[in-house]
């Protein structure tokens, strides 16, 4: 299984970015799928998931009712639309794929990430 990150950029504070995945070598229909990201000397942490039909996620607090999470079964794509963006939410990207259908919040229950994505906002 391989995903390939992509949509990271330079943006301004208060800007957007769309941040896409592709899944590739196995049915991307039916696991949970997360977003996690890492800035600079800090842990990894989690942003957001969803579940493997794609009608439950969840978010991380700082970025509840900023970001959205999405997926398109048919293109085998997850996507993260970040909107009103903070210079708190610099750092890699990385998104993660899991071998069950719920969504989680939690690290351990991911298998697969991709290589990450830089977002930086600036002031």
């Known amino acids: 299984v391989q995903l390939q990150a992509s949509g990271g950029g330079l943006v301004q504070a208060g800007g957007s970015l769309r941040l896409s995945c592709v899944e590739s070598g196995r049915t991307f229909v039916g696991y949970r799928m997360a977003w996690f990201r890492q800035a600079p000397g800090k842990e990894r942490e989690f942003v957001a998931s969803i579940s493997g039909s794609g009608r439950t996620a969840g978010y991380e607090d700082s970025v509840r009712g900023r970001f959205t999470i999405s997926r398109d079964n048919a293109k085998n794509t997850l996507y993260l639309q970040m909107n009103s963006l903070k210079l708190e939410d610099t750092g890699v990207y990385y998104c993660?794929?899991?071998?069950?259908?719920?969504?989680?919040?939690?690290?351990?229950?991911?298998?697969?990430w991709g290589q990450g994505t830089q977002v930086t906002v600036s002031s």
């Open positions: 993660a794929s899991g071998s069950s259908i719920a969504y989680s919040l939690r690290k351990a229950d991911y298998d697969y």
